[in-house]
């Protein structure tokens, strides 16, 4: 399935309120086009949204602009294989579909599975008489590297309670996978408004709350097997007592050595994901360890 990932979406960074009253703005997608004669951006800043396509020297060809409340904005992250987003602009009844597609499966380096290297961008021109044509990005030329510091910061834009870890635990993917994913983008040195004290605590929060209803449902499941429920809650005290051990000698040891407050919430949020991995596997019979 090919989808769009809005990549020409000069939007200054998701800017937040803070930053739009300093006229900061931020990077959404770029890249070179038709070898390296053209250049497409999206950028986003004081609750407006800029489209650029320019040559090589930086000459302006087209600036389309929209407000982040109504620019149209596809976002499919966990939906396929890939992650895909568009982000489309109008001229007239003319359309420019930026569009950005990252491999789920194909990780660069050592990134995690789910920071897969772009595969796939460009732009989309639809015509009023429905002819389209399709402009693709350079290869190697997408920026941001990381797929969900592109469009995704877009969803966040336009809705203010859009929690990226609970849309990623909801497709599917593995507690520990989606941590990984929320504690990178508190780690994002590209957003100048980021508290990343704040942001690695409610995630914490956030995972410490999914455990609970993971938990719960656990017992739920050892109870309706005529399991030995009480093993499996002094398996949970036990584990829990081991968590907070380890995580109060490695927090800066292992997680943080610069600051042992930030590296213990990286560590408890963890430990907290990998749980809830072991504990959706043994609720749906693939494992037990009571």
């Known amino acids: 399935m090919r989808c769009v990932l809005a990549i020409y979406l000069c939007v200054a960074l998701l800017a937040s309120p803070a930053a739009a009253q300093n006229n900061q703005t931020q ?28 040559n090589a020297d930086g000459l302006i060809d087209l600036t389309l602009n929209d407000t982040v409340a109504t620019v149209e904005h596809t976002l499919a992250l966990w939906d396929d294989v890939n992650f895909t987003e568009s982000v489309t602009f109008y001229n007239g009844a003319t359309s420019y ?125 050892a109870n309706e097997r005529g399991e030995d429920t009480v093993a499996l809650e002094r398996a949970q005290d036990a584990w829990s007592t081991s968590r907070n051990a380890d995580c109060t000698i490695a927090a800066w040891t292992i997680y943080n050595p610069f600051d042992s407050e930030k590296g213990a919430l990286i560590c408890l949020a963890d430990y907290t994901a990998k749980r809830i991995d072991f504990l959706t596997r043994y609720t749906i019979g693939l494992e037990f360890d009571g």
Not at 125 to 133: A, I, Y
Not at 181 to 201: G, H, K, M, R, S
């Open 97 to 221: 579909e930026v569009f950005s597609e990252a491999g789920r499966n194909r990780p660069v380096g050592d990134k995690h599975v789910l920071d897969g290297g772009a595969v796939d961008g460009g732009i989309l021109v639809t015509q009023p008489d429905g002819t389209h044509t399709e402009i693709v990005c350079d290869p190697n030329t997408i920026e941001p590297q990381n797929p969900l510091h592109r469009l995704a910061r877009l969803a966040a834009l336009k809705n203010a309670n859009y929690d990226m870890y609970a849309d990623c635990s909801a497709s599917g993917i593995i507690a520990s996978a989606c941590s990984q994913i929320v504690l990178q983008n508190c780690y994002d040195a590209t957003d100048p408004t980021n508290n990343e004290l704040e942001c690695l605590t409610d995630h914490y929060d956030r995972t410490q709350a999914l455990l609970s209803n993971t938990y719960a449902s656990a017992l739920a499941f």
């Open 27 to 54: 990077r959404l997608f770029e890249c070179s086009l038709n070898d390296g004669a053209n250049k497409v951006g999206v950028h986003v800043g004081d609750d407006e949204i800029t489209y650029r396509y320019a």
